[in-house]
């Protein structure tokens, strides 16, 4: 079999694929409250990644980095908060894939992470260790946020735009860290197909 990357679209496909096999789907809930769980959840992995940084960073007085961390560790956070947001956007068909597109001037067809990291790369980013923890994680949690308001207001172009504010962000602070997002999403990806059902946890 060809070993080749996998799309964004193909990762959004499988990621579902393997989250309904594993019972996360398996809730009689309204969408809207299946999406609340699951944007909720998604800001669990974002803390996960905050956890890896308080851990293992020396932080200054005024809370910006100062020392080595678990790089591959903080990745994979990132990666987890894709996978959870790809399975959304399976599952409700969602055009977040042509709205990244649309953003960074790019064919939806051939959309790849890495194509999307190695086109964000040389923002502000680059220089990790001279940004503040609290607002680089806070580029991640606020499209969330205003994902959530967008679902209260029945906004379906902002939720829309704010998710792929989401894979482009994650995207530009993996390239700052030096880590591929292209490669640790098919790792994670692979790692779940062999999973417990709901990961031995209730929902």
């Given at each position: 079999?060809e070993?080749?990357?996998?799309?964004?679209?193909?990762?959004?496909?499988?990621?579902?694929?393997?989250?309904k096999?594993?019972?996360?789907?398996?809730d009689?809930l309204?969408?809207k409250y299946?999406m609340?769980?699951?944007?909720?959840?998604?800001?669990?992995e974002?803390?996960?990644?905050?956890?890896i940084?308080?851990n293992d960073?020396l932080?200054?007085?005024?809370?910006?980095?100062d020392?080595e961390?678990?790089?591959q560790?903080?990745?994979?956070?990132?990666a987890d908060?894709l996978?959870?947001?790809?399975d959304?956007?399976?599952?409700?068909?969602l055009?977040?894939?042509?709205?990244?597109?649309?953003?960074l001037g790019?064919?939806?067809?051939?959309?790849?992470?890495?194509?999307?990291?190695?086109l964000?790369?040389?923002?502000?980013y680059?220089n990790?260790?001279?940004?503040?923890?609290d607002?680089w994680?806070?580029?991640i949690?606020?499209?969330i946020a205003?994902?959530?308001q967008a679902?209260?207001?029945?906004?379906?172009?902002?939720l829309i735009?704010?998710?792929?504010?989401i894979?482009i962000?994650?995207?530009?602070?993996?390239?700052?860290v030096?880590?591929?997002?292209?490669?640790l999403?098919?790792q994670?990806?692979?790692?779940?197909r062999s999973?417990?059902?709901k990961?031995?946890?209730?929902?």
């Amino acid at each position: 079999m060809e070993n080749r990357e996998m799309s964004l679209n193909e990762m959004i496909a499988v990621s579902n694929e393997i989250s309904k096999k594993n019972g996360f789907w398996d809730d009689n809930l309204q969408p809207k409250y299946y999406m609340a769980t699951k944007l909720a959840l998604i800001l669990t992995e974002v803390d996960e990644a905050r956890e890896i940084l308080e851990n293992d960073i020396l932080l200054r007085g005024d809370g910006e980095f100062d020392g080595e961390f678990d790089v591959q560790g903080f990745g994979e956070e990132l990666a987890d908060v894709l996978i959870r947001l790809f399975d959304l956007i399976g599952q409700y068909h969602l055009d977040v894939p042509d709205r990244v597109a649309k953003v960074l001037g790019l064919d939806t067809g051939g959309l790849y992470l890495g194509q999307i990291q190695n086109l964000v790369r040389g923002d502000p980013y680059e220089n990790f260790s001279e940004v503040c923890l609290d607002t680089w994680l806070m580029d991640i949690v606020s499209p969330i946020a205003k994902c959530v308001q967008a679902l209260r207001k029945e906004e379906d172009s902002v939720l829309i735009e704010n998710m792929a504010q989401i894979v482009i962000r994650i995207c530009l602070i993996a390239g700052g860290v030096g880590v591929n997002m292209q490669d640790l999403v098919e790792q994670k990806i692979e790692k779940n197909r062999s999973r417990p059902y709901k990961h031995g946890r209730s929902f």
